[in-house]
């Protein structure tokens, strides 16, 4: 069983539409993120999300808006997608959110603007 | 100025070597997360330490927290190895995540 999944792994589309990228986590797990992977490889943390709380990271423009349905799912909304967003973008899980946890990454969805 | 850093960005080594890769971080921290970054894109946690060592199969970790720094070893490299390892510490605030280093490439020739 995959424990974080994402889908999908491509997403190919025109600047300017909206579209989402789901995650699903199996363990549990009551923190979720979205990271993003930059074309030099990156990484940097967009948001955090638990039971209680969102964080976001300042510098990420207000196109990006993550939605959790449920405690084990957390998907990621862009709207109007422009090119600097062509990116690899990974969901991640925590026991907890915090400094003490490990945490099990997805696949990652590769996202290409045309 | 990154505030983990990674040395060296690119490392290429026979099989068999001895591998050390660096990380030094600016402020401080409690925990820290190494991973590996296989050529398909995935990654994967390898460790997560405070203090002292951590060993699994040939891959060690040890920090020092005094310094802000830790070393990942790979003992009697092997292709299969070859991979981006990341160092990621949590600095707390902001996004409440880890914090990367921009990795280290790893090819081990046969």
């Known amino acids: 069983d995959t424990a974080v999944s994402q889908t999908p792994k491509y997403l190919v589309t025109q600047m300017g539409n909206d579209k989402s990228i789901k995650c699903e986590q199996n363990?549990?797990?009551?923190?979720m993120y979205w990271y993003k992977q930059d074309s030099k490889k990156f990484l940097k943390i967009m948001f955090s999300y638990n039971n209680k709380e969102l964080i976001i990271n300042e510098t990420v423009p207000n196109r990006f808006s993550p939605k959790s349905p449920d405690k084990a799912h957390l998907n990621l909304h862009i709207n109007s997608l422009e090119l600097g967003d062509s990116a690899v973008y990974f969901c991640a899980s925590s026991q907890i959110s915090g400094v003490g946890q490990p945490q099990h990454f997805g696949d990652g969805t590769r996202l290409s603007i045309l | 100025k990154n505030e983990v850093e990674q040395s060296p960005q690119n490392l290429t080594a026979q099989e068999g070597e001895f591998i050390t890769i660096n990380c030094s971080y600016s402020v401080g921290i409690s925990a820290l997360h190494w991973l590996q970054q296989h050529p398909g894109g995935g990654i994967v946690s390898l460790f997560m330490l405070s203090s002292g060592k951590k060993k699994h199969g040939r891959l060690i970790a040890t920090i020092n927290i005094q310094e802000k720094h830790s070393s990942l070893h790979i003992t009697a490299s092997h292709p299969r190895d070859s991979a981006v390892y990341i160092c990621a510490v949590y600095l707390g605030g902001g996004a409440d995540g880890l914090t990367f280093g921009k990795g280290t490439h790893l090819i081990i020739q046969p």
């Open positions: 363990l549990g797990h009551d923190t």
